[in-house]
């Protein structure tokens, strides 16, 4: 009995063992990964809710999207493949601007105009966030994609898994999760310091 023990135990590190080895033996084939960065096109819909808004004042919904597509290699190996990250598309941007203008001001007339106008400025600031962060975007995905290890698998139907495995792990990368946080921290104070800086002179005039 003991002996018998003794043998699957040698089988279990044995095979343990070379699992280890060929999970290693995919290190060497890490690539620098090469990172490339879209801005989606984007559109703007103007409406006017039949619930009352503030006079005074528009709004606009604006669309963040990201995505990342991620191009992996794979290299056969003994006992199995590895699978390597090799560049990372990403397409990240507003895709569509929402503005709301209150009811009472009719289209194409002076105080309608002057509320698009203002809205418009905060799409403006909206678009700066993206363009203003391309730099420090491209450094958070390259750092994260970087990260990724390969991944050793035995045989071609889990390189599916894999691959989602390393597409995970380069969206939940800190770095990453930081640098939304700051697109979106940016949103708020570009926003707010348009009202701020508002004297709403435009549509004043137009309210005489």
């Known amino acids: 009995m003991f002996k018998n023990i003794c043998f699957l135990c040698v089988l279990f590190f044995t095979f343990g063992f070379v699992n280890i080895a060929n999970a290693d033996e995919c290190t060497v084939y890490k690539i620098k990964p090469k990172i490339i960065i879209n801005t989606p096109d984007w559109t703007k819909k103007v ?3 039949k619930k009352p808004m503030d006079v005074l004042h528009g ?4 669309t963040l999207g990201d995505n990342f597509d991620i191009n992996t290699t794979i290299i056969p190996v003994q006992n199995g493949f590895c699978v390597a990250l090799k560049s990372v598309n990403t397409t990240i941007g507003y895709s569509d601007f929402l503005v709301k203008i209150d009811i009472r001001h009719n289209p194409k007339t002076c105080s309608y105009n002057a509320i698009l106008n203002h809205e418009n400025m905060h799409i ?7 363009e203003d962060n391309k730099t420090e975007l491209h450094n958070a995905i390259y750092s994260a994609a970087d990260s990724v290890m390969p991944i ?5 139907y889990d390189i599916d898994a894999a691959v989602e495995k390393i597409n995970d792990e380069l969206q939940s990368h800190p770095d990453i999760v930081l640098m939304m946080q700051k697109i979106h921290a940016d949103e708020e104070i570009r926003n707010k310091l ?11 005039s137009c309210l005489k």
């Open 194 to 204: 348009i009202d701020q800086n508002e004297d709403y002179s435009e549509l004043k």
């Open 152 to 156: 050793f698998v035995k045989n071609k």
């Open 124 to 130: 403006d600031a909206y678009l700066s966030v993206i």
């Open 59 to 62: 709004n606009v919904v604006a």
């Open 47 to 49: 409406v006017q809710p």
